[in-house]
């Protein structure tokens, strides 16, 4: 029994450790874009370093098979950031890309085991599909982030 207990405790701490690590690093992520863009930065560029810091976060749990942090509600915003001028020209289309990669989202956050890696592979697929349309710059990046292909 004091093993079990033990194991909850450690357990909630890591939790609480790791959500503290995204928050800390999504906002590392905010500040230095001023830096990566001396013009200033769209709602969504900036929402989708966040989205691409969490994903890296996910990505070391689950190489560690240790928890992965709580999902962020921030990212409900995909939908409605405004897009840097001209990237988007068809918001049905793009929002289409954006409800599947909240639903890739939310898989990876209610699956677990050998389920997590895979709906996480499919969300970093549907990051691929979408910047295939629309912003092919960080395409190299984002297969950077595959479990599958370190």
Not at 22 to 32: C, D, F, I, S, T
Not at 39 to 68: C, F, H, W
Not at 76 to 84: F, G, N, R, S
Request: with cysteine; proline share 5%; glycine share 4%.
């Amino acid at each position: 029994m004091k093993h079990l207990i033990f194991a909850f405790v450690a357990g909630c701490l890591v939790l609480a450790c790791s959500k503290e690590k995204v928050e800390q690093e999504v906002g590392e992520a905010r500040q230095n874009s001023s830096q990566l863009n001396p013009n200033g930065d769209s709602e969504l560029a900036l929402l989708m370093r966040s989205m691409t810091t969490y994903m890296e976060v996910i990505k070391d749990s689950l190489q560690k098979e240790a928890p992965i942090p709580e999902c962020p509600t921030e990212f409900e915003a995909l939908m409605v950031a405004k897009e840097t001028e001209g990237m988007i020209k068809d918001r049905n289309h793009f929002n289409a890309y954006a409800d599947q990669w909240l639903s890739d989202l939310n898989q990876v956050c209610t699956s677990s085991g050998s389920n997590r890696v895979k709906a996480y592979e499919r969300l970093r697929s549907s990051c691929l599909n979408c910047h295939q349309s629309y912003c092919q710059g960080p395409i190299p990046k984002i297969q950077r982030l595959s479990i599958q292909n370190p």
